[in-house]
């Protein structure tokens, strides 16, 4: 009978000290490979994201919540901004490029966003099948979109009100799909994309149709008190309001944009402006406060499941100690029975460790799946990190000094004493 045999048997002739271990263990090294799993996906994503993005702009109001929005379209916009303005602004002489956002309407959850074909240039996307917009209601899907809701070019679908489903229908004014992206990994993916004329005329029409009531009712009254009337037209105001966008997303043309025009927007115009560089850090280093907690309780987990390890295997000890003297007696050397009880610990601990993996990929897979049914966001976590490679080496050392004193105890062990003893 080999040691490898010995060691599981002797583990299995202990069952709940084993399984007791096991758990703890298991608990503190899931608890870690998923909170690094996690904090890596979120992190790089987040960072990809944003890749060419120097400056967001867009209405007043938190400028965690625009970024969220405008960038990751995770959140509600803050509002929408004038075009001219956000026009004047692109024209800075430090400013290289400024991407237009329009939305606020949506298909079966996902976001319907009216811009320029330099929007899925900046995610260098390509289209798989069919082409870009061209014109007003042609509509170019991301590939999640378009696998998810089985859409095909020359389908026609009808928008919602609002970013979430079951918002009022736009039955007047159907889309036509005319091009399927291909996967980005990035949030393109999540979105419908087409022309912003297309989100101005729907939402235009829409307050065209609110207006006219009120508009006959001032025409009346002007004509009872024979007043000359200078009602406003509303054909020029239905043009300034159609003028209007969600967010723009600016990418300098040097470094001192970045001095200069995020404060000369936020003084100086009606307009907010935000860094993704600055609001991801900051989002991080609230979050990353919780998550190193939890780290530092599982490696508290960890350490007491090592502890729990050595009183398994010094109890053990102690109850086969004439067994050990007995396994010496029959030619066995002191570094077999010291590999013995080594090899017990390191079974134990390496079980653990692939028991912990084993509960943080399931874990992931549970959050992969909630962040596809609530956000449509796909969740790629769950390749081999280096992290977890540390974390292997830890669950393995715990293993060594949690059989340390054991294996020196049975290293000295005195042949005649511990026999007639017995």
């Given amino acids: 009978m080999n040691l490898f045999t010995l060691s599981y048997r002797s583990l299995m002739s202990r069952p709940l000290s084993t399984a007791l271990s096991l758990v703890l263990l298991s608990l503190g090294v899931g608890m870690i490979a998923f909170l690094v799993q996690v904090n890596h996906h979120v992190q790089q994503q987040l960072e990809n994201q944003v890749r060419g993005i120097d400056m967001v ?57 009216g811009t ?27 590939a999640t979109v378009a696998e998810n809701l089985h859409l095909k070019v020359g389908d ?21 799909v005319v091009g399927l992206l291909d996967y980005t990994y990035s949030v393109l993916d999540q979105l419908i994309l087409t022309a912003t004329e297309s989100v101005w005329e729907i939402h235009h029409h829409e307050e065209g149709e609110e207006a006219d009531p009120l508009e006959h009712e001032a025409h009346e009254e002007e004509a009872e008190l024979g007043e000359e009337a200078h009602p406003l037209d509303h054909e ?16 300098f043309r040097s470094p001192l944009g ?21 609001e991801i850090s900051r989002l991080f280093s609230l979050i990353g406060v919780g998550v190193d907690t939890l780290q530092a309780l599982a490696l508290v987990i960890m350490s007491v499941s090592g502890l729990s390890v050595f009183i398994s295997l010094y109890t053990a000890l102690s109850e086969r100690i004439y067994e050990m003297a007995l396994m010496r007696t029959y030619g066995a050397t002191r570094w077999q029975l010291v590999g013995l009880i080594v090899q017990e610990g390191l079974l134990l601990t390496g079980s653990g460790f692939l028991l912990g993996m084993l509960f943080s990929r399931i874990g992931l897979w549970l959050v992969s799946h909630l962040m596809e049914a609530g956000y449509h966001y796909p969740f790629s976590g769950g390749a081999w990190l280096p992290e977890e ?34």
């Fill in 57 to 113: 702009v867009g209405a007043k109001g938190s400028p965690l919540q625009l970024i969220l929005s405008a960038v990751y379209h995770l959140d509600a916009p803050t509002g929408n901004i004038s075009l001219e303005e956000a026009e004047r602004l692109r024209a800075h002489p430090l400013v290289a490029s400024g991407i237009p956002l329009a939305y606020g309407d949506s298909y079966q959850g996902y976001r319907i966003v």
């Fill in 116 to 142: 320029t074909d330099q929007y899925p240039q900046l995610y260098d996307a390509t289209v798989a099948r069919g082409r870009l917009w061209q014109a007003p209601f042609e509509v170019t899907l991301g």
């Fill in 156 to 176: 026609t679908f009808a928008g919602t009100h609002g970013l979430e489903e079951g918002g009022e229908a736009h039955e007047a004014h159907a889309y036509r």
């Fill in 236 to 251: 020029e105001h239905k043009k300034e309001a159609e003028r209007e966008i969600t967010a723009m997303l600016i990418r």
């Fill in 258 to 278: 970045m001095v200069q025009l995020p404060r000369m927007v936020n003084q100086d115009t009606n307009m907010q402006a935000a860094v993704p560089v600055y």
């Fill in 389 to 422: 490679g540390w974390l292997l080496v830890i669950a393995l050392g715990l293993g060594l000094l949690a059989s340390l004193l054991p294996a020196i105890r049975v290293f000295h062990l005195n042949l005649s004493k511990t026999l007639a003893d017995a």
